[in-house]
């Protein structure tokens, strides 16, 4: 039984990651797939999955002018494919360019051909807005409000006091509880400034983190927190706040804001040689899979609804990380064609499909080595005898 529960403990969260990964991806391509329909495109196949077709049906609407080797008209493909990792939405004039029809996505107009290419990110962001609508409504959040500092600690010898909430640091503002950390995390330990509004006043304090026993910069305050619709409050517990869905909504929008700008600004500090948080890399599907094995674990103990909570959690992170990365102008993602597009736009003519096409050729080749280096990293940290093995944790909050 112990064999059987072990292979269950890890066998989950693994069938648990490949569903969300199924999902989200499934809906960046929906994203495609809604925007080129609703341009006129005509999509060729919708897929779900890599290799070798297991699955697939045809749609009833033909296209207009095109026609197989058999004489017969067109219509969408829709396939599942054995690996189930990745897919795509393949859109007729993409590719190549066919010249007098009304379909094909070359003779479309410039706009239109950057709608359907953002689409993609655009659907994985709408989901992520949606699920961090619902956990943030049922769980609640902490902020950047102080409702205790630890004696001896920074914060407490700079004067700051419970109630305050920070707004700012270095100029930069701060709503977020995780932004508060990820700046604290990428100070190096120098003096910040720290902006406090404290009683309708504001005040300002400069100070440096401290770098505390677990590796991290810390400033020696608990966050207040704002407590959801799901989350038990004691009954001596008399004041408090409740998330209403205009706080939900708002914090969301931040959430996403936060994780799309975070791997910008962890390329420019990375550029300029500034110090980067303890652990922050390039991951693998292999490592992603790891991190969350560890975490439905950790939540599984508490109950199914803390486990539900924590994967729907990963699920938004993994939307907002994948609409994120396919916005970088990288050769053969969507950050890339839609720099194309823009150069079309002020160039007044296309770059040429035959130089386009050699750009994605060689950035897939290179994306797919670089996914080769990265993922055997990650089984390097999982091998039991591996020197650089590591455990994967969740972040510590200040």
């Not at 130089?355 to 039991?384: K, Q, S």
Request: hydrophobic share 45%; with cysteine.
């Amino acid at each position: 039984m112990s064999d059987i529960a072990g292979i269950l403990n890890i066998g989950i969260p693994i069938l648990i990651f490949m569903l969300i990964l199924g999902i989200v991806v499934f809906v960046h391509e929906f994203g495609h797939y809604i925007m080129a329909r609703r341009a006129g495109i005509f999509v060729e196949e919708f897929a779900m999955g890599m290799g070798p077709k297991l699955l697939e049906f045809k749609g009833k609407k033909p296209a207009k002018m095109s026609h197989n080797a058999n004489g017969e008209v067109e219509v969408t493909l829709y396939t599942l494919r054995a690996l189930p990792l990745g897919g795509f939405c393949k859109m007729r004039g993409m590719e190549e360019n066919i010249p007098d029809d009304p379909e094909a996505m070359n003779n479309k107009p410039l706009f239109s051909r950057i709608l359907v290419i953002a689409g993609g990110s655009a659907m994985n962001f709408l989901l992520g807005i949606i699920l961090f609508i619902v956990l943030l409504y049922l769980t609640g959040y902490n902020t950047p409000i102080v409702s205790s500092t630890i004696e001896g600690m920074p914060a407490q010898q700079a004067g700051l006091q419970e109630g305050d909430r920070i707004t700012h640091i270095n100029g930069s503002r701060v709503t977020l509880w995780e932004n508060f950390m990820f700046m604290l995390d990428t100070s190096g330990g120098r003096p910040m400034d720290f902006r406090v509004m404290r009683d309708g006043q504001r005040l300002n304090f400069t100070f440096a983190p401290m770098l505390t026993e677990s590796g991290a910069y810390h400033i020696g305050i608990s966050s207040s927190f704002r407590v959801g619709s799901l989350t038990y409050v004691p009954d001596w517990l008399t004041e408090y706040e409740r998330v209403g869905i205009s706080d939900s909504f708002f914090m969301s929008l931040e959430m996403i804001s936060f994780h799309i700008r975070t791997p910008f600004r962890m390329i420019a500090r990375w550029l300029t040689r500034q110090p980067l948080p303890d652990g922050a890399g390039v991951m693998s599907v292999v490592g992603i899979g790891a991190e969350v094995t560890v975490i439905y674990q950790e939540a599984i103990q508490h109950g199914i609804m803390p486990m539900v909570i924590m994967m729907l959690f990963i699920a938004g992170l993994i939307s907002v990380a994948i609409g994120t990365m396919n916005l970088m102008p990288i050769p053969a993602l969507d950050g890339a064609r839609l720099v194309f597009l823009i150069i079309e736009g002020i160039r007044r003519k296309p770059v040429s499909q035959e130089r386009e096409g050699m750009v994605h050729m060689v950035g897939f080749v290179l994306l797919m080595v670089l996914l080769l280096v990265v993922v055997t990293r990650d089984i390097r940290r999982l091998w039991p005898d591996s020197d650089t093995n590591t455990q994967y944790e969740a972040p510590l909050e200040e």
